[in-house]
C-alpha cells in the first residue's frame, strides 16, 4: 500500500511567521495535532505539534510567567519558527506504507507530511495507520475501533 491511498489530503499548514496562538487556534479548529510550517511559497520548512506547545509552556522561562501573564498573550508573542522542529521527517505520496511506518517509529515522530516537488499535499499520522489496521482485522468490534482511534 502507498502513502497517498492513506493519507489525509486536506492539510491544515501555517507559516513559520505566525504566533504560537495561531497554530493553537488553527490545531483545534480542524482538531489536529501536528501543523507543518511553510514559507512564503508553501514549501515545508518544519512543523509544529501540540507536544512543541507544550513544551513551551513549560520551559522555564515561560512558566514562571504563568499566572502573571495570560497563556494567550505568551503565546501570541513568540512565532512558530521559534519552537517548530527542523529538518522534517516526511515521505512522498509514492512511497510505501511500511517504509513510513518504519521512518515513524525510528524518529519518533506521529505524524509524517507528505512532500511533493517541497510542497505539502498530505499528512500520515499514527492515527490513520491505526485506522487502517482496525479496519483491516476484521476481527476487530466497533468498541475497539471507538478507543484505539477516537480522536480525531
Known amino acids: 500500500m502507498r502513502v497517498s491511498e492513506l493519507m489525509s489530503r486536506s492539510v491544515v499548514t501555517i507559516e513559520r511567521s505566525d504566533s504560537c496562538h495561531e497554530a493553537v487556534a488553527r490545531m483545534c479548529r480542524a ?46 508573542a513568540v512565532p512558530v519558527s521559534e519552537i517548530m522542529s527542523a529538518p522534517v521527517v516526511s515521505v512522498s505520496p509514492s512511497d510505501d506504507l511500511v517504509e513510513a511506518a518504519r521512518l515513524m517509529l525510528e524518529d519518533k515522530v506521529g505524524s509524517l507530511p507528505v512532500v511533493q516537488g517541497g510542497h505539502v499535499v498530505g499528512m500520515l499520522t499514527e492515527t490513520d495507520m491505526l485506522r487502517q489496521i482496525v479496519k483491516v482485522d476484521s476481527c476487530c468490534c466497533p468498541d475497539v475501533e471507538t478507543i484505539v482511534v477516537s480522536y480525531p
Open 31 to 76: 482538531r489536529i495535532r501536528h501543523l507543518p510550517v511553510v514559507d512564503g511559497t508553501g514549501r515545508l520548512v518544519g512543523i509544529v505539534t501540540d507536544r512543541d506547545l507544550r513544551h513551551h509552556l513549560f520551559s522555564a522561562g515561560v512558566f514562571k510567567a504563568i499566572g502573571a501573564t495570560s497563556v494567550e498573550t505568551m503565546l501570541k
